[in-house]
């Protein structure tokens, strides 16, 4: 996990407290990492982000003018290849579940500590997603949520989880480790981290699906 | 005032219906009249002033006492000439008189401006210019006054009543409109201060010796303002009127460094009594996890709501019961913590079992079947 690539990995920081931005933007730079890009609010992000082309962005979630979920909407939007880390410094709640939905690959509280933080980076390019058990706690209410209220998608299918990806991500919540998770289950390490992902991954796709109906609605009303 | 607008709306109306009336008398009774034609007149003024008045009380600002005053002159005149323009006879034998029921239209208005003791001032004007007209009290404008004092002070009072019970909505309103602003404030006051608590434990921690130390109260700090911040609101409120309480806000009281919490977004609502009871088995479990997987083991706690029952999930990454080495203390002491958390789910109609895998720390999960919704 400790190796990078060659090429140094590309990365935007989007706070609005400064001495947050700077403290990261310091410790990316000391791990090896090319902070290409600082921020203070979404829109200098997303004015920055296609000059500067970072692969990660790591985005707080509390902004002044545009939110925090708006931002990664539209940096992933954007730009499908960029990987958005979602931060904040309160706890877990609607925003987190939101952002995630909106495409950040993970999500990380700000009480996380320097080691935590890079590790989490490192999982973010290996192309893996972040998980604290708070999210996983969120994302498990949200599929019930959808069960007990589904609505109706253009596929007419409410995402669900597996039996498997629920243990999984019950495991997650229950502050195991992916390695502790796939000791307990008897499966890879990368198994189970695709069980993960794909929790994330239908809940993304659902969400894009239910933008995309409600846009359509909007128009077809407008016409 | 939006009740008071619509008063005014129904006194124009008012004004106008008693015109009509009072011109069909008077071309009833036009032909007996002694001046005739000086009661034409009148009653065009009276038309005129219809229209004034109209045009005058549509907008507060002509609501004003001058207007009132000068509304409460035409009255008064327009009764009072009556008693030149007919014939003595007539008036002896207790005639309408020229503006009949339009002469109620001031004292109405005055009602509907300064209340009920207005009102009553009004009528006793208006009553007095009719007692005058006729030269003497007689029953039947003893009668007119008493009508016209209540309607004086029954418009009055409604008005009052009325004006009373706006403002105290718009005063309501106004603080809770000024309560959410305070709060989005607080919001933002503590995300900056728990960015700032967060930055601080980082720091300190990196930097070590004293530092840590400060960075370790800060963490714990930033653990206590974040869990509440979790406890919304509206829960504290609703408390007492109702019986149901979010299970999250309960736990998350316990969270601090070594004790994470997940939950779902939406309230986990069980009867107060019930709430409490798992709450209390809870904090049992997390008793145990310091006294026997020592203080630095961290604890998750894991809230599920499935369709027919709630789960609360406790895990610690402690040591676990080591296979085939119980001793005999260890198994005392978490057998009989088990027994007493069991025995409370028992009694809720739930369960607790608890389970231990080497490696990864022991864990205890509470069932509790769900209730109806009342």
């Known amino acids: 996990m400790t190796d990078l690539p060659s090429e ?7 706070d609005d407290h400064p001495m947050w931005r700077e403290a990261l933007a310091r410790d990316l730079t000391e791990a090896g990492y090319d902070v290409v890009a600082t921020a203070g609010d979404g829109e200098q992000a997303l004015r920055l982000a296609p000059a500067t082309r970072p692969q990660v962005a790591i985005v707080d979630l509390r902004l002044p003018t545009l939110s925090g979920v708006q931002v990664t909407a539209r940096l992933s939007a954007a730009n499908p290849e960029l990987r958005v880390l979602a931060l904040s410094a309160s706890s877990e709640h609607d925003d987190v579940l939101q952002a995630v939905k909106a495409g950040a690959v993970g999500y990380l509280v700000k009480s996380a500590s320097r080691e935590e933080l890079l590790a989490a980076i490192c999982r973010v390019v290996a192309g893996e997603s972040v998980f604290t058990p708070g999210l996983a706690g969120l994302i ?9 209220v589904p609505s109706p998608t253009a596929d007419g299918v409410t995402p669900r989880l597996t039996q498997r990806e629920t243990e999984v991500l019950r495991l997650v919540a229950k502050g195991l480790s992916y390695r502790q998770i796939a000791e307990r289950l008897v499966l890879s390490h990368r198994t189970v981290q695709n069980h993960v992902q794909n929790t994330l991954r239908k809940l993304q796709l659902h969400n894009r699906v239910e933008l995309t109906r409600y846009a359509l609605e909007q128009r077809l009303d407008a016409d | 005032m939006a ?3 619509q008063l005014w709306r129904a006194l124009g109306v008012y004004r106008v219906l008693a015109l009509g009336y009072a011109s069909v008398l008077y071309v009833r009774d036009a032909g007996v009249y002694a001046y005739p034609g000086v009661g034409w007149l009148v009653l065009t003024g009276m038309g005129i002033w219809t229209v004034a008045t109209l045009l005058a009380y549509r907008v507060p600002a002509g609501r004003r006492w001058p207007v009132l005053a000068a509304d409460m002159a035409v009255g008064v005149g327009t009764v009072l000439i009556t008693r030149l323009l007919d014939t003595p006879v007539r008036i002896e034998a207790g005639a309408s008189t020229l503006p009949t029921i339009w002469s109620a239209a001031p004292v109405l208005a005055w009602a509907i401006s300064g209340g009920w003791r207005s009102g009553t001032v009004a009528a006793v004007l208006i009553g007095g210019a009719n007692v ?5 009290l007689t029953p039947g404008n003893t009668r007119n006054i008493v009508m016209l004092t209540l309607a004086g002070v029954s418009v009055g009072y409604v008005t009052e009543l009325a004006r009373h019970s706006e403002l105290a909505l ?4 106004r603080a809770r409109a000024t309560a959410q602003e305070r709060e989005r404030l607080a919001r933002g006051i503590h995300d900056s201060v728990l960015q700032v608590l967060a930055l601080v434990r980082r720091r300190g921690v990196e930097l070590g010796g004293a530092a840590a130390e400060l960075g370790r109260l800060a963490g714990e700090q930033e653990a206590a303002l974040r869990a509440l911040l979790a406890i919304s ?5 609703d408390g007492p009127r109702d019986a149901r309480v979010d299970l999250r806000s309960l736990l998350r009281a316990l969270a601090n460094p070594r004790v994470t919490i997940s939950a779902p977004d939406a309230p986990v609502l069980l009867d107060h009594v019930v709430a409490q009871e798992v709450a209390a088995a809870v904090v049992t479990a997390l008793d145990n996890v310091r006294r026997h997987a020592g203080k630095h083991a961290h604890a998750w706690l894991l809230v599920e709501e499935e369709s027919d029952e709630v789960v609360v999930s406790v895990r610690d990454d402690g040591p676990g019961i080591p296979d085939g080495r119980l001793t005999a203390a260890v198994a005392q002491g978490r057998l009989g913590m088990a027994q007493s958390i069991q025995g409370r789910l028992r009694d809720l109609g739930g369960s607790a079992t608890v389970t231990c895998t080497p490696g990864q720390g ?7 079947p769900r209730q109806e919704c009342p």
């Open chain 2, 362 to 368: 022991a864990e205890i999960e509470l069932r509790l």
């Open chain 2, 132 to 136: 005058a007209e006729r030269g003497t």
């Open chain 1, 8 to 14: 140094p990995v590309r990365v935007m920081v989007v």
């Open chain 2, 170 to 173: 718009a005063r309501a309103l």
């Open chain 2, 233 to 237: 609101p509206d829960q504290d409120l």
């Open chain 2, 3 to 5: 009740f008071q607008t």
């Open chain 1, 140 to 148: 498990l209410g949200e599929y019930r949520r959808l069960a007990v």
